[in-house]
Nanobody
Framework: QVQLVESGGGLVQAGDSLRLSCVAS????????VAWFRQAPGKEREFVAA????????YYADSVKGRFTISRLNAKNTMYLQLNSLKPEDTAVYYC?????????????????WGKGTLVTVSS
């Protein structure tokens, strides 16, 4: 059973930056794609960013493109989400996920494992 544990969330002001981390258990982290999703209060969970196992293919939601960056460090079984120029509408619980295949996907059904989430609150 793979476990994913996020960290790095918090309360920040608009325009600030944060870096979220997600550490995965197991020995096969490098063989799978990874992704971040988020769920704002009263809204459905939505895709944020995805990264292939090789690290060469990335996808971003239009709402975060140019501001957020997804990355991974396979040697540490860790994935990251750098959040810059934060806006109040970025306020949400952020979830990391490990894909079912090496191919990056924006589809939540393509994820095999999920973290429990970390809260990011952006004040105006």
């Amino acid at each position: 059973q793979v476990q994913l544990v996020e960290s790095g969330g918090g309360l920040v002001q608009a325009g600030d930056s944060l870096r979220l981390s997600c550490v995965a258990s197991g020995r096969t982290f490098s063989e799978y794609s990874v992704a971040w999703f988020r769920q704002a209060p009263g809204k459905e969970r939505e895709f944020v960013a995805a990264l292939s196992s090789s690290g060469r293919v990335t996808y971003y939601a239009d709402s975060v493109k140019g501001r957020f960056t997804i990355s991974r460090l396979n040697a540490k079984n860790t994935m990251y989400l750098q959040l810059n120029s934060l806006k109040p509408e970025d306020t949400a619980v952020y979830y990391c996920a490990r894909g079912k295949t090496p191919v990056a996907t924006t589809d939540s059904h393509g994820m095999g494992y999920w973290g429990k989430g970390t809260l990011v609150t952006v004040s105006s």
